[in-house]
């Protein structure tokens, strides 16, 4: 049981000790339990398991959440594991705030809700100190008061084959064990002596004294915060790190170093690479601070500089400086991110503040920021100290730290507040830091907006959402009529709901359409309307299905003053979010106010914004550049928050314990749960950018550029070492010259790294057959017997290929198409995966003939039959799961479906492995059925304008649960991230095509 993924754990059976029973009884009968211990001592395991144990007894959803604002996803009955929920190598102020406005529901959210967190122990004691936020005594159980039995002991020496006995010097048992599994790997260190801080440290230094290689793989990793992705080795900074420290590096030999790091100090998960015990990352990195403490400081990402702040404490003063020189040239980042811990230190805070004296500014907006109430929090008297001397005149400061102090720490600022008894009169000290909690908010007066009354086409992922919602809907309608117990439930369908949405307009916007010019203007209806007032002193009513009944999706756009100052833009600002707080707006959760600053530069840090007195629940606001895909991703991200609410709504009424609906419920609840993570997913209220799956993406600015010359562009795409443009050759050398000329530069300003070449074209338009759907038949003599040709791509950039199943056609045989009553030869299948015992895939790859390829409708369709860029989803399936995905098939065409989570696999396929394997289920209507096979299975993206798709899997084929005669609901599916895998294995690079510029 020692840290989070330990390599000795993945290999060796579950040890149930004293700690892990006790844990195992307090989770049983409280379904609330914090795990405390020292780093390595197994409370991340034990929480695995407890989760483990869950999810074998239970039909809910178990699963694994990392940031606290998850929970208000979380439906009920469901099971959470949160891992260290301060901070894992130090406390994560952001973490800590956000559980301190938590902590005093989740008791009462234990009673819906099942609950296993756990936390370093001296996090947890520093948060049980302070006022309100503290966990009751009978939800935790401190691992350091548990001691292990003899028998324990024994059990874990034996099943970690550890060779030194029980005596463990400076670590725990578990935490000896653990690290000696590891170690033990490194063959060519010779591990031989027994396991202490001392022989981890001689391990270290020996590593970076005797094989450069490795240890630069391991500075690396740390500088990259601890996972380092295919991506990072590609980048300049690995180049730059190396010729820093003197070393000779490419990325064939940076990689060997990775996979000889892999089977021992280096966890590896799909493309990246991290060291998961936290005492071996300690000592990683204090020998990395010892041998290259310029390159570590100056290049290590700051969020995980921040984390190993304590190994900062003992660096010489000529190192300190570089640090603190760091940490001022990146100010905002540190005060927004809230990156204090590298300031605890008394010595590097003086430096620090030193050199922000010379200007003024900077040294308010730190001042001004929360580094006060963090130093407090940490109980940090000596730096508290230093600080009060500096904000003689910012006693609001002072006072917003008392509530969240520990008693000693409130009396000093007591002490300072009263100092002047003048003002202490007049002073109310708070019991919290009222910037972290939701504050009450005048009644305001009636406000007037210029309502814009949108079209939903305007809005493609608004439009899909609200689609997938009805179909959710017609769903629980057919479930109510064969269960009795949801008759009671007040259903209102989504259909109910206003279809078109309202922006609000303010400021400068009125009477303005240049800052929306994606809305169809000829559609938009404008009209005066005033909105009703409600009181914000009364906490958001429960929703019943019902308030949706009529309900328009709506935000409001403020467009900044030009003529005004940005103080006073702040403050009209601050005014409207005021009015619409108490507006009917916030009938439906937060109301979200889009801000074009038209250039004013102010963000939501300025400090005029930090005393906004308005309930964060009620009004959320976001800034602007007013960019057509920025404004748009955020109108329908917007527009989506009341899709959350309803969502919860429905599930909260599917907790109910039914053995005739037991299938369709979990299906319902599967299918809510994918569609919430979409939406999760897809927001882009808290900036959350959706990356792209292939790495071989064409920047925003070069498609604009190539778009606007369409008519002379017959296409584009990447060729080996090369992006290549088609150009028709009848253009005049002048205007040739001139096209390239813009495309050039566009090129350039992207910082677009691949080199182009312009290519001569006819131009020559065909009209095409056949494409993603069509039939496919391997028997010429046998047409009614057929698979799914899933669609087009091309391997190693030049070779068209078509995709299907191995079962459809097998490899050597010729592959025909259907087209109409005719069937065209359309070419060998020249490779095959088969599914066995080791894998579940089904794939063929046909070379398509060379007479064909232009009759190919290369690009595959969305779920509309539009066609789209495409890409192969690379990530973790984890991050999508449950998910909502399409396919076009030749027997029942485009339809819709949900990818179970990982729990239902075990139960549906037995022994059978499933890493290779996706499990579809069926809807309303079926997924698949015969013909279908080789289909290629995607989800929508989630970006606002809709453009593009990612392949998750290609469609094999009904698979019968064990023990079970009746056709089963779940479709089986080779991952096409696995297939993409291995083809990349045997040198074959697959990737679809790009949506073509069709001649009208």
Not at 369 to 374: G, I, L, Q, V, Y
Request: a neutral charge; proline letters at 3%; aromatic letters at 10%.
């Amino acid at each position: 049981m020692a840290d989070r993924g330990g390599y000795a754990l993945q290999k060796q059976t579950f040890i149930k000790t004293e700690q892990y029973l006790k844990c195992k009884s307090v989770f049983e009968e409280q379904r609330l339990i914090l795990i405390t211990g020292n780093a390595g001592s197994g409370k991340t395991t034990i929480a695995q398991r407890l989760l483990k144990d869950q999810i074998g007894r239970s039909s809910a959803h178990c699963f694994k959440i990392c940031r606290p604002e998850e929970l208000d996803f979380v439906g009920h009955g469901t099971t959470i594991l949160f891992d260290d929920i301060f901070g894992r190598y130090d406390e994560d102020v952001l973490m800590t705030i956000a559980w301190y406005s938590r902590t005093k529901t989740l008791v009462e959210k234990s009673k819906r809700v099942f609950f296993i967190l756990t936390s370093r122990e001296d996090l947890y004691s520093r948060c049980s100190d302070r006022t309100e936020l503290q966990f009751p005594e009978k939800f935790v159980v401190r691992l350091s008061s548990i001691e292990l039995t003899k028998e324990d002991r024994e059990n874990v020496i034996v099943g970690f084959d550890y060779p030194f006995g029980a005596n463990t010097n400076n670590y725990e048992l578990f935490q000896a064990c653990d690290i000696w599994s590891r170690l033990k790997q490194e063959t060519f260190l010779g591990v031989t002596s027994n396991v202490s801080e001392t022989s981890l440290q001689n391990f270290f230094q020996d590593m970076f004294k005797r094989r450069k290689d490795l240890s630069f793989a391991i500075l690396m990793t740390l500088i990259f915060g601890n996972k380092l992705t295919e991506d990072n080795w590609k980048s300049s900074k690995l180049y730059e790190v190396a010729k820093r420290i003197g070393y000779d590096t490419n990325e064939k030999k940076f990689k060997m170093s990775l996979d000889t790091l892999s089977k021992s100090l280096l966890e590896k998960d799909e493309n990246s690479y991290s060291i998961s015990s936290t005492i071996v990352v300690n000592e990683a990195c204090k020998c990395s601070l010892k041998h290259y403490p310029e390159a570590f400081i100056d290049y290590c990402d700051l969020i995980f500089l921040n984390k190993l702040s304590k190994h900062f404490d003992n660096m010489d003063h000529v190192h300190i400086e570089r640090l603190c020189g760091r940490l001022c040239s990146e100010l905002n980042t540190l005060v927004k991110l809230k990156l204090f811990n590298t300031l605890k230190n008394d010595r590097t805070l003086q430096i620090f503040l030193e050199n922000l004296s010379g200007c003024k500014e900077q040294l308010d907006m730190f001042l001004n920021s929360d580094f006060f109430w963090f130093a407090c929090w940490s109980n940090s008297f000596i730096i508290v100290e230093r600080l009060l001397r500096r904000i003689k005149d910012r006693k609001s400061i002072v006072e917003t730290a008392v509530g969240c102090s520990s008693l000693e720490m409130m009396r000093l600022l007591k002490r300072y507040l009263t100092q002047d008894s003048s003002e202490a009169t007049n002073t109310c000290i708070p019991e919290s830091p009222s910037i972290y909690e939701e504050m009450d908010n005048p009644l305001s007066h009636f406000t007037t907006f210029e309502a814009l009354k949108c079209q939903i086409e305007d809005f493609p992922r608004l439009r899909y959402h609200g689609k997938l919602l009805r179909g959710l809907g017609d769903r629980f309608v057919s479930l109510q009529a064969e269960e009795p117990r949801l008759n009671s439930v007040n259903f209102v369908h989504w259909d109910k709901v206003e279809k078109n949405p309202i922006i609000y307009l303010a400021g400068e916007t009125r009477g303005h359409w240049e800052n929306l010019p994606f809305l169809s203007v000829d559609k938009t209806t404008r009209q005066k309307e005033t909105l009703k007032t409600k009181d914000v002193h009364k906490s958001h009513p429960k929703l019943k299905f019902s308030d949706f009944e009529g309900w328009s999706l709506s935000c409001i756009v403020y467009r900044c003053f030009e003529g005004k100052s940005k103080q006073e833009n702040i403050s009209l600002i601050k005014k409207l979010s005021m009015d619409i707080a108490n507006s009917e707006l916030t009938g439906m959760g937060s109301c979200v106010m889009v801000v074009l600053n038209c250039g004013i530069p102010f963000t939501l840090l300025d400090e005029n914004f930090q005393d906004i007195d308005v309930p964060k629940s009620n009004v959320q606001i976001v800034i602007s550049n007013g960019e057509r895909e920025d404004l748009l991703e955020l109108l329908t991200s917007a527009f989506e928050v009341p899709m959350n609410e309803y969502i919860t709504l429905l599930q909260s009424n599917l907790c109910i314990e039914s053995m005739s609906s037991a299938k369709r419920i979990r299906s319902l609840k599967t299918e809510s749960d994918a569609l919430l993570m979409r939406l999760r997913l897809s927001s882009k209220l808290p900036k959350e950018p959706v990356t792209a799956s292939s790495s071989m993406t064409v920047p925003n600015e070069v498609l604009k550029e190539l778009d606007k010359n369409a008519d002379h562009i017959y296409g584009y795409g990447f060729r080996p070492e090369e992006f290549y443009i088609l150009v028709n050759d009848r253009l005049s050398p002048g205007k040739k010259k001139s096209l390239e000329g813009k495309i050039r530069k566009s090129i350039q300003n992207a910082n677009f790294s691949w080199k182009v070449k312009f290519v001569n074209s006819n131009g020559v338009h065909y009209t095409k057959h056949f494409g993603s759907g069509s039939p496919i038949v391997p028997d010429e003599k046998n047409p009614d017997k057929y698979g799914t040709l899933g669609g087009f791509a091309h391997v190693n950039r030049k070779d068209v290929v078509g995709l299907t199943n191995f079962h459809v056609v097998d490899k050597g045989i010729e592959a025909y198409v259907k087209d109409g009553d005719n069937l065209i030869k359309l070419g060998k299948c020249e490779f095959v995966l088969v599914p066995g015992l080791t894998s579940l895939a089904d794939f063929a790859l046909i070379e398509v003939n060379n007479g064909l390829t232009e009759r190919c409708r290369k690009p595959l369709v969305d779920d509309e039959d539009q066609p789209k860029n495409a890409t192969i989803y690379l990530g973790k399936p984890s991050l999508i799961v449950p998910a909502i995905v399409h396919k076009k098939g030749a027997s029942t065409g485009i339809t819709q479906g949900t990818v179970v989570e990982m729990m239902t696999y075990r139960e549906v396929l037995g022994k059978r492995e499933t890493h290779s394997a996706f499990l579809v289920e069926d809807l309303e209507q079926p997924f698949s059925v015969p013909g279908d096979s080789g289909s290629l299975v995607f989800q929508n993206s989630f970006s606002a304008s809709q453009e593009s798709i990612e392949v998750v899997a290609i469609l094999n084929g009904r698979y019968t649960e064990q023990g079970e005669t009746a056709e089963s609901k779940f479709v089986l599916c080779s991952d096409m991230k696995y297939i993409y895998d291995e083809l990349k294995s045997k040198g074959k690079h697959l990737q679809f095509f790009k949506k073509e510029e069709e001649s009208p």
